[in-house]
């Protein structure tokens, strides 16, 4: 095993360790009722030999005999009141951890740093919050009763044997060290590996799914319906090699493991010891009874433990998710600094920020501004130059790695999130609209708002005469009678915002999705409603921002330039070259469009 391997299995045990630490306790409990439960399953086999050898012998009491038979019954009802018992009580444990759990969870997503949900799916925290919370019902329910069971019932029924005849009671090892061997090849690394290959390609089958379904029109009226299907095919067809791989060296171990504990296989080994001993005379043939009745049973609780394994590796896999998410750093407020002296209200400076997505690589360095109050300052700069990332880390979507960003005078890190949220508005070019009404989407802007607040914001939005053309209005359910366009959703998420009334607002292509008609509609709306507030501006399109009170130009992570649009102009710097290039880009759609 490589130490990588290892140091994998290490956290996954610690994981698995510290995620159902609220439940250990219990945990041990029912494992004790259920060996408790295990010995009661061999016991009646025990009576029935003891019934046996009476019947053999003469003379038979019969009564004896049928006393054996009544305590082994009862036994075997006492042993099934255990199992429901304890297999009823686990999974009501199992039940009310989930709950927990995903209580836990949902309450850790609230906290981490909002940029982290960027870089992630919906189906992915779906897959913490679902998948992986159901994948533990096999630890909480069944994991500790099946290691129990399989442990304490050969245990018990290999002591009583060793009891009978030591000698014939080796051979029953036999098919046990094949199973250990088999059981070695089945959970060694290579199988890990290929476990989460599979994983990993039924996942990609999973999204291949999802971007065939939803694009299947674009990708067919574009004449590329070929690549489409391709793309999926590649993708299930990898799942199915991955399949391949992971199934078949197990298919053929898996053979050899089930067919050692077989029955037939252990009565053979059995037979063929027991007629080695009776012609050697070291046993008796009623000794053998013992062996055929018990022994026959040896292999059916082991043979669970394998069939157990792929559940249990994929349950230490989501422990393990679960467990990094739950160790994810939180958004948490620090105590004010002291001295701290309070700037005017509103004003918002970015002293040395330098932050990075990766230790070894800056994507902001040593950026110094300000943003005064009441003004609209636009921030542009070529692609991959940190103008999205300087504006997430405004609302605190990540925390800085050096530097400070102040509000006010005071850092945002010393921010409840609660109060940072009421203070920094955003509208991102990726819209977030919750499943509800339209009402229910403004409402998060401003939960107290009353109709004529709804109003005003989605008119500045120009949202309001759109929602009135749905069949029910604010009313109406997104989704189920209210479809609305890339550009409509951003008005919206526009609307909200403006409900939210925040004295800063950070706009990253705040019109990127309008259409032309409404487009200067929303930027006069926006001219109209800045009073008293900061905004930025993030830019793409620069005939859009020529008006605001300063430009800041970002290049490879600095800050080039700054001013207002004519005396940018003016320097023939880098915002004059991205002015003639967007200039250009103008002309040529002009051209194209005679």
């Given at each position: 095993?490589?130490?990588?391997?290892?140091?994998?299995?290490?956290?996954?045990?610690?994981?698995?360790?510290?995620?159902?630490?609220?439940?250990?306790?219990?945990?041990s409990?029912?494992?004790?009722?259920?060996a408790?439960?295990?010995?009661?399953?061999?016991?009646?086999?025990?009576l029935?030999?003891?019934?046996?050898?009476?019947?053999?012998?003469?003379p038979?009491?019969?009564?004896?005999v049928?006393r054996?038979?009544?305590?082994a019954?009862?036994?075997?009802?006492?042993?099934?009141?255990?199992?429901?018992?304890?297999l009823?009580?686990?999974?009501?444990?199992?039940?009310?951890?989930q709950?927990?759990?995903?209580?836990?969870?949902?309450?850790k997503?609230?906290?981490?740093?909002?940029?982290w949900?960027?870089?992630?799916?919906?189906?992915?925290?779906?897959k913490?919050?679902?998948?992986?919370?159901?994948?533990?019902?096999?630890l909480?329910?069944?994991?500790?009763l099946?290691?129990?069971?399989?442990?304490?019932?050969?245990?018990?029924?290999?002591?009583?044997?060793?009891?009978?005849?030591?000698?014939l009671?080796?051979?029953?090892l036999?098919?046990?060290?094949?199973?250990?061997?088999?059981?070695?090849?089945?959970?060694?690394?290579?199988?890990?590996?290929?476990?989460?290959?599979?994983?990993?390609s039924?996942?990609?089958?999973?999204?291949?799914?999802?971007?065939?379904?939803?694009?299947?029109?674009?990708?067919?009226?574009?004449?590329?319906?070929?690549k489409?299907h391709?793309?999926?095919?590649d993708?299930?067809?990898?799942?199915?090699?991955?399949?391949?791989?992971?199934?078949?060296?197990?298919?053929?171990?898996?053979?050899?493991s089930?067919?050692?504990?077989?029955?037939?296989?252990?009565?053979?080994?059995?037979?063929?010891?027991?007629?080695?001993g009776?012609?050697?005379g070291?046993i008796?043939?009623?000794?053998?009874?013992?062996?055929l009745?018990?022994?026959l049973?040896l292999g059916?609780?082991?043979?669970?433990?394998?069939?157990?394994?792929?559940?249990?590796?994929?349950?230490?896999?989501?422990?393990?998710?679960?467990?990094?998410?739950?160790?994810?750093?939180?958004?948490?407020?620090?105590?004010?600094?002291?001295?701290?002296?309070?700037?005017?209200?509103?004003a918002?400076?970015?002293?040395?920020?330098?932050?990075?997505?990766?230790?070894?690589?800056?994507?902001?360095?040593?950026?110094?501004?300000?943003?005064?109050p009441?003004?609209?300052?636009?921030?542009?700069?070529?692609?991959?130059?940190?103008?999205?990332?300087?504006?997430?880390?405004?609302?605190?979507?990540?925390?800085?790695?050096a530097?400070?960003?102040?509000?006010?005078?005071?850092?945002?890190?010393?921010?409840?999130?609660?109060?940072?949220?009421?203070?920094?508005?955003?509208?991102?070019?990726d819209?977030?609209?919750?499943?509800?009404?339209?009402?229910?989407?403004?409402?998060?802007?401003?939960?107290?708002?009353?109709?004529?607040?709804?109003?005003?914001?989605?008119?500045?939005?120009?949202?309001?005469?759109?929602?009135?053309?749905?069949?029910?209005?604010?009313?109406?359910?997104?989704?189920?009678?209210?479809?609305?366009?890339?550009?409509?959703?951003?008005?919206?998420?526009i609307?909200?915002?403006?409900?939210?009334?925040?004295?800063?607002?950070?706009?990253?292509e705040?019109?990127?999705?309008a259409?032309?008609?409404?487009?200067?509609?929303?930027?006069?709306?926006?001219a109209?409603l800045?009073?008293?507030?900061?905004?930025?501006?993030?830019?793409?399109?620069?005939?859009?921002?020529?008006?605001?009170?300063?430009?800041?130009v970002?290049?490879?992570g600095?800050?080039?330039?700054?001013?207002?649009?004519?005396?940018?102009?003016?320097?023939?710097?880098?915002?004059?070259?991205?002015?003639?290039?967007?200039?250009?880009a103008?002309?040529?759609?002009?051209?194209?469009?005679?």
């Amino acid at each position: 095993m490589t130490v990588e391997a290892k140091a994998r299995r290490e956290r996954e045990r610690q994981a698995r360790k510290e995620i159902l630490a609220p439940v250990a306790t219990t945990l041990s409990v029912a494992g004790l009722i259920y060996a408790v439960a295990s010995v009661c399953a061999v016991v009646p086999f025990l009576l029935i030999v003891s019934a046996c050898r009476e019947l053999l012998g003469t003379p038979v009491d019969t009564d004896r005999v049928w006393r054996l038979l009544l305590i082994a019954v009862l036994v075997l009802v006492a042993r099934a009141l255990l199992q429901a018992a304890v297999l009823t009580w686990t999974h009501s444990v199992d039940a009310g951890y989930q709950l927990t759990l995903r209580r836990l969870l949902a309450a850790k997503l609230t906290r981490v740093p909002l940029g982290w949900f960027g870089i992630r799916t919906s189906s992915e925290v779906k897959k913490y919050l679902h998948d992986d919370v159901e994948a533990l019902h096999y630890l909480v329910a069944h994991a500790r009763l099946d290691f129990v069971g399989g442990v304490t019932i050969p245990l018990v029924t290999l002591i009583y044997l060793f009891t009978v005849d030591w000698r014939l009671a080796l051979a029953l090892l036999v098919p046990l060290v094949i199973y250990a061997l088999c059981m070695r090849v089945m959970m060694d690394e290579a199988g890990r590996e290929r476990i989460l290959a599979y994983n990993l390609s039924e996942q990609r089958t999973r999204e291949a799914t999802v971007e065939f379904v939803d694009g299947i029109q674009v990708v067919r009226a574009f004449g590329r319906a070929g690549k489409a299907h391709s793309d999926f095919q590649d993708a299930v067809e990898h799942q199915t090699e991955s399949l391949r791989r992971f199934k078949m060296p197990y298919i053929t171990v898996q053979s050899i493991s089930d067919a050692a504990l077989s029955p037939v296989f252990v009565m053979l080994l059995v037979v063929l010891a027991g007629l080695t001993g009776v012609g050697a005379g070291w046993i008796e043939p009623l000794d053998v009874l013992p062996f055929l009745l018990v022994g026959l049973g040896l292999g059916s609780s082991l043979m669970g433990l394998g069939y157990a394994g792929q559940a249990l590796r994929t349950a230490g896999d989501a422990a393990l998710r679960l467990h990094e998410l739950m160790q994810t750093p939180e958004l948490s407020s620090r105590a004010p600094e002291s001295g701290a002296e309070p700037g005017a209200p509103g004003a918002v400076r970015f002293d040395g920020v330098v932050f990075g997505y990766r230790a070894d690589h800056d994507v902001l360095r040593g950026v110094d501004l300000e943003l005064a109050p009441g003004t609209i300052t636009a921030l542009v700069g070529p692609s991959g130059s940190g103008k999205s990332t300087l504006a997430k880390l405004l609302p605190r979507f990540y925390d800085v790695t050096a530097g400070r960003i102040t509000i006010g005078g005071r850092d945002i890190r010393d921010f409840p999130t609660d109060e940072l949220y009421k203070t920094v508005g955003f509208v991102f070019q990726d819209v977030r609209l919750i499943r509800g009404s339209i009402r229910d989407n403004l409402l998060l802007g401003r939960p107290d708002a009353d109709d004529a607040a709804l109003e005003t914001a989605a008119r500045a939005a120009q949202i309001h005469e759109r929602i009135l053309a749905l069949p029910r209005g604010y009313d109406s359910e997104i989704g189920v009678d209210a479809t609305l366009s890339g550009g409509e959703a951003q008005r919206l998420s526009i609307a909200r915002t403006l409900l939210a009334d925040t004295p800063i607002l950070v706009l990253d292509e705040a019109t990127a999705f309008a259409d032309p008609e409404s487009e200067a509609a929303v930027q006069d709306a926006l001219a109209a409603l800045v009073a008293g507030r900061t905004v930025l501006v993030i830019a793409h399109r620069l005939h859009t921002i020529t008006g605001v009170d300063r430009i800041l130009v970002l290049d490879n992570g600095v800050l080039a330039e700054q001013g207002d649009h004519e005396s940018l102009l003016a320097a023939g710097g880098l915002y004059r070259s991205l002015w003639d290039l967007n200039e250009e880009a103008l002309n040529v759609v002009l051209e194209g469009s005679r």
